[in-house]
């Protein structure tokens, strides 16, 4: 047992018992569901197991489902760097630097940019229908899906019969199922068939099995390179099952298993022989051995070993009986707080079916696209939005998901490392805005967002968060050649700038945000630039120590640290976005990115307690920006606000995130279009009210609203490798516990009382509420 000061003792009775609420009743709290089928696509219902996904409709006479393989994007390998880049960042440098910003942008947009100029997106495999012969009248129509088991289910009663259908996609089995059931015999009769926008032919294979074989297209000039396949096998009990050109029917079943696989010929970003007909028809084979329950029960343990991890519970009010469309529309009339907590787990869901180990990162709608040109590309951009996907995945417990983001950054360190050297002549890697899965690395777009050389910098700091919330040496040796060059990078490139003399990048932008000097973004050292490579810097350091190599690699970027241009209070009390006092001159007073905000969130090095004066510098900037912007902008100032422990205003900014403003009926977010980093952004937000730990603490409740007065989570995770249950009543902690599995330490705080724990051997440290 750890050692604990004998003040946690006086009132150790106060036990946290947690009850598991969300068991397999059939109304659980952690379901969504409708009263009727999705009449769109953000009313349908996404189910994922990290790679292959679908949307699901729900339709009585036709079901819908829309699917996706997270491979399936256009285009093939290719080479976007930009050969003449190099010669013009003399004087793009020049020109910034004599404040000459429009000049600057044309030269950069002529010269500078990747070729082609836009990355590859992000693509739909296409669509599988069921068509079934139903003209009777519709009774007990239910939709619904149930983060818990991470099963969709419809059912419905027609001419006296229930209908009923479950649909997952099996991480284990790398299948979809979809099982359709009646309570009486020989009643299940349909037409199955696949469309898509893609370039593509539906062929069946007897006796049951429904194939689409296609080819990806081109894009932007890049060749299509990729082959793709998805299958559709059904298995009937009872009935008959013929097939026909393009299409499968079953009639008269007493029950139907269908298993849908998918697969593309991608390996790698350079590497696309992989053969999606040997991989999808091993996947059916495999798992067509299989029974449904066995298949159903691999499902459920595997998602459930990572969701179950966290419980909360927000308070419970019979706006819980509600379909959750509904709920959604009242959430700012108040008295919902459990819809708070669906959010919450909703997100969870949502990266647990998105990003597993093997699979690609979420990109910008997880898995789901049901378009050929999609929104940005539904690529990763990475000015906010990709890292926004992964706030969650430490605190909220979900570790391992952060896997593919991982796999992402060592494959961008190679073809970085050619953007580098092509367009800086410089060592190490850099990623500007935007990447795929290609891996692209070059400045796209045009210049006022593209322009920006911290992707890959950003990108190293949720790894070091993996490493700073687990302690996992073994993954810090591995990350580590990835924080070294990119900051190898930056050593290489940062320049002094004339006024201060300070090392700034050049030229680079503040993420998207146009300044007053000129119509462009495009600038020298804004602040988040500087924030991020202070992070940079200063994990390198860390970890060059930790790892015991380098000494005069850390040297140097010491010396760099040193020599950043440093945070600056601007005129309006503002924390400056810019090396300029500009903030208030800016374009768009109100802009969505808040990128200077950084160094609060998700960044330490301001701190509401150890730097005050840039903690209501922070706060002077969120006042002016305003409270309301797109669903992931809404996100981030709800982190930011619960930083600055004002759990009212985060909750009231909440109160809008959870709005049909910003929320779909099936609660993905409303950037709008819908954009899945909202989700993600909102869930660590929800978390960073119940509990922080960085700069050293481990903080309870730090900024608990009014609207949650009651409530208690468990399994939270705290940076230093604690795991984390807190219960709270009348607005007060009453209880807490700590789990480490090892010897460790930290100081827990709960308002202004503090205090310092000594684990001696791996354990569990119940805490009452009044710390003392
Ligand atoms: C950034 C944002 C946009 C959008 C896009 C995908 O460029 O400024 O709002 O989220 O990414």
Known sequence: MP??????????AAVLIFQSSHAAESSSPLTLWYRGPATNWTGALPIGNGRLGAMIFGGVEREHLQLNEDTLWAGGPYDPNNTNALAALPEARQLVFEGKYDEAFSLIASNMMAKPVRQMMYQTVGDLFLTFPTNAAIENYRRDLDLDTAVASVSYTANGVTFKREIFSSPVDQVMVVRLTADKRGQISFNAGMNTP??????????????????????????????????????ARGGKTSIGVSSLSVTRADSVTLLIAAA???????????????????????????????????????????????????????????????RIAHFADGNDPQLAALYFQFARYLLISSSRPGSQPANLQGIWNDSMNPPWGSKYTININTEMNYWPAEVANLSECLEPLTAMVMDLTQTGARTAKVHYNAGGWVVHHNTDLWRAAAPIDGPNSGMWPL?????????????????DKKYLEQIYPAMKGAAQFFLDTLIEEPTHHWLVTCPSLSPENKHPD????????????????????????????ILGKDKSFRDQVRAARDRLAPLQIGSAGQLQEWLKDWDLQAKDLHHRHVSHLYGLYPSDQIDFRT??????????????????????????????????????????????????????????????????????????????????????????????PKAWPAGSVTGLRARGNFTVDIAWKNGRLTAATLHSPGKNSCQVRYGDKAVDLKVKSGGTVRLDGNLE
């Open 455 to 471: 992707g890959g910098a950003w990108l190293c700091q949720n790894l070091w968060e993996h490493y700073c919330f687990t302690g």
């Open 198 to 235: 893609q370039a593509a032919t539906m062929n069946t294979e007897a006796p049951d099995t429904l194939v689409m074989s296609g080819v990806n297209g081109d894009a932007q000039g890049i060749k299509g390179a990729l082959k793709f396949q998805a299958r559709v096998r059904a298995i």
């Open 264 to 326: 593309t010929s991608y390996k790698n970003y350079h590497d696309v022989s992989g053969d999606p007909e040997a991989i999808t028809k091993k996947q059916i084979a495999e798992a067509g051995k299989k029974s449904f329950a066995s298949l159903l029960k691999n499902h459920i343990a595997e998602h459930q070993k990572l969701f179950r991890r966290v419980e909360l519970n927000l308070g419970e009010t019979d706006a819980m009986k509600l379909p959750t469309d509904e």
């Open 518 to 545: 000129s119509n462009t973004s495009i600038c020298a050292g804004p602040t988040m630039d500087m924030e991020i490579l202070r992070d940079l810097f200063a994990n390198c350091i860390n970890a060059s120590e």
């Open 611 to 704: 730097t005050p004066e840039l903690a209501a510098a922070v706060k002077k900037s969120l006042e002016i920006r305003g409270d309301q912007a797109t669903g992931w902008a809404t996100a981030w100032r709800i982190n930011l606000w619960a930083r600055l422990h004002d759990g009212d205003h985060a909750f009231s900014i909440l109160e809008f995130l959870l709005s049909p403003a910003r929320t779909y009926p099936d609660m993905f977010d409303a950037h709008p279009p819908f954009q899945i980093d909202g989700n993600f952004g909102g869930a660590s937000g929800i978390a960073e009210m119940l509990l922080q730990s960085q700069a050293g603490v481990i903080e309870l409740l730090p900024a608990l």
């Open 3 to 12: 050692t604990l000061p004998r003040s946690f003792f006086a009132a150790l």
